[in-house]
């Protein structure tokens, strides 16, 4: 599926290997959803006082976060688009939503868990790509976990898998 995903960076520093690998997980988070149809889905790559400040100005959340999911349309969880009703008619490309995300977080969590920063960065965009397709894990229950369940499938696939296990309370 030929998707476009639209990458930028508000950092100083160079983000060309963070984002020749988010050009490979998001199309395969997408094709492990059965996506259908050719998306297009924009990504920021910030900090944390840049996701602050955008967590603050669309959610009224003051506080840093790691990755944040702007869907353009509200699907349902396992019926991603299928066909073009969405599509913008000037690209023929549905487009997904934005999603944001602070290095300087993944950074820090890719140490704290012991995966590294190439793994988490991969995570939170497997992760966006779910909530962009109507995945919510904030509830928790059995949505969450099948939520945790399709990211790991999705970052194994990809030779990313997670180095030690989910305990219960961290769904």
Do not use: W
């Not at 945790?148 to 309370?169: F, H, M, N």
């Amino acid at each position: 599926m030929n998707h476009n995903i639209i990458i930028s960076s508000d950092l100083e520093e160079d983000t060309r290997e963070v984002e020749a690998l988010l050009q490979t997980v998001i199309p395969a988070a997408l094709e492990a959803e059965g996506v259908a149809v050719p998306c297009e889905v924009d990504v920021l790559l910030t900090d944390d006082a840049g996701i602050h400040a955008i967590n603050l100005e669309q959610r009224e959340v003051d506080a840093p976060t790691d990755v944040l999911s702007f869907p353009m349309f509200q699907y349902a969880p396992g019926r991603p688009p299928v066909d073009d009703v969405d599509a913008d008619p000037a690209t023929g490309l549905t487009p997904l939503g934005d999603m944001v995300i602070s290095l300087e977080r993944a950074r820090a969590q890719g140490e704290e868990y012991g995966h590294g920063t190439r793994r988490e960065a991969a995570y939170l965009a497997v992760h966006s790509v779910l909530h962009l397709l109507g995945y919510d894990h904030e509830a928790g229950g059995l949505e969450a976990v099948r939520m945790r369940e399709k990211e790991e499938a999705v970052l194994i696939q990809l030779g990313l898998p997670r180095t030690v296990s989910y305990t219960s309370d961290e769904i």
